[in-house]
């Protein structure tokens, strides 16, 4: 009992000593956290655990954050020293985040617009790594570190350009789509029950479709006479054509294969019953036949040929084409219109081909 007397007695003493090396302004901070310490208990008299309110931790971390360590531990506080630095580390946090971008300090935030570009040159480059993308975008006067890029490219999940670059077959196709060209026969019959034959052909990179002709015995005369009228057409147009694709139909003659092959065009057969191979022409004549044919009757061949004759060039001059962007092959897109005013007084006209059966919206003049 004596010994527990005296042990009390010497902690008491030093106790009392304890706050004689402090400042007035240290003593002054311990009241006021001890003084909230006990109105957060007595807000918790049930017995509860103490719990402290964001208020409490913004207080008590603003109160104790300029003591040292070593007076942190000898105020008798609810909660560890440790415990009060990080509620300020978070304190500081959140006052920061509140601060406007603009009045940040250090690098600026990079414009959304450099992101757009850097990501769109990534994907239309799939052997450029972020040191290319960066000398690239130094061309147009785009000043960005490298690492910028580098982690927008990491951001949006790129792979480096190593990992990237194996070529898909989609970018191999549109890659060699300008030397391409694909025919077919397809047929339809008339009002009286008579069967025409179409031969057609269309240009993979413009999707520019010809009509070759209309004839009810495909004989080998008409389809090495359609042959020249191709190889004619496409030396006058200037194009650079060293591929035809076609089916294996028993049609097409050897001398078919020969003519094009005088003017450098390789005829490529797709295979047995395989008719993705020839997917572009084929897509065309399942429009040919819903936009036209399934919605007409015709009355003999060149009531047929006229009216191939008027979509083709609906095809090519006005219809637009999801594989291509929307672009249609013999005309460029106009400008796009920004002026709301503008939008609100132009007038828009409608042109019908084939008794209307087509539709064509354009600028009234």
């Known amino acids: 009992m004596l010994l527990r007397l005296a042990y009390l007695g010497v902690t008491n003493a030093l106790a009392l000593l304890r706050p004689l090396p402090m400042s007035e302004r240290d003593k002054d901070t311990e009241i006021l956290v001890l003084r909230h310490q006990i109105a957060v208990l007595e807000r918790q008299l049930d017995g509860q655990k103490v719990r402290f309110t964001a208020a409490d931790r913004a207080f008590l971390a603003a109160l104790l954050h300029r003591l040292p360590r070593n007076v942190l531990r000898g105020i008798r506080l609810l909660i560890r020293p440790e415990t009060v630095l990080r509620w300020h ?123 070759l002709g209309v004839t009810t015995h495909p004989s080998a005369a008409w389809v090495a006479q359609a042959a020249r009228n191709l190889a004619m057409d496409i030396e006058d147009a200037g194009c650079s054509v060293k591929y035809l694709l076609r089916d294996r139909d028993g049609k097409y003659p050897a001398l078919f294969d020969a003519i094009l092959a005088d003017t450098g065009i390789t005829v490529v057969l797709s295979g047995v019953r395989v008719p993705r191979m020839n997917s572009i022409m084929e897509r065309w004549i399942q429009s040919c036949r819903h936009e036209l044919l399934d919605r007409t009757l015709i009355w003999n061949q060149a009531h047929l040929l006229h009216a191939l004759r008027e979509y083709e060039r609906h095809f090519n001059a006005h219809r637009p084409h999801r594989g291509i962007s929307n672009a249609r092959p013999l005309r460029l897109l106009p400008d796009p219109i920004t002026d709301p005013a503008t939008v609100e007084q132009m007038a828009i006209r409608r042109n019908d081909r084939l008794g209307g059966l087509l539709h064509e919206y354009e600028h009234a003049a």
């Open 89 to 211: 580390r978070d304190l500081i946090t959140r006052r920061h985040a509140m601060i406007p971008l603009s009045k940040r300090a250090g690098r600026p935030p990079t414009v959304r617009s450099i992101r757009v570009l850097v990501l769109r040159l990534a994907r239309e480059n799939s052997t450029w790594g972020y040191r290319s993308i960066h000398g690239e975008l130094l061309v147009p006067g785009i000043k960005v570190a490298a690492s910028t890029v580098w982690e927008m490219l990491k951001d949006a999940g790129i792979d480096p350009a190593p990992d990237r670059t194996s070529q898909t077959w989609s970018a191999f196709l549109r890659s060699q789509a300008q030397a391409i060209i694909a025919a077919d026969f397809f047929e339809t019959s008339t009002l009286t029950g008579a069967r025409l034959h179409v031969l057609t052909v269309i240009e993979h990179a413009t999707r520019r479709v010809r009509i």
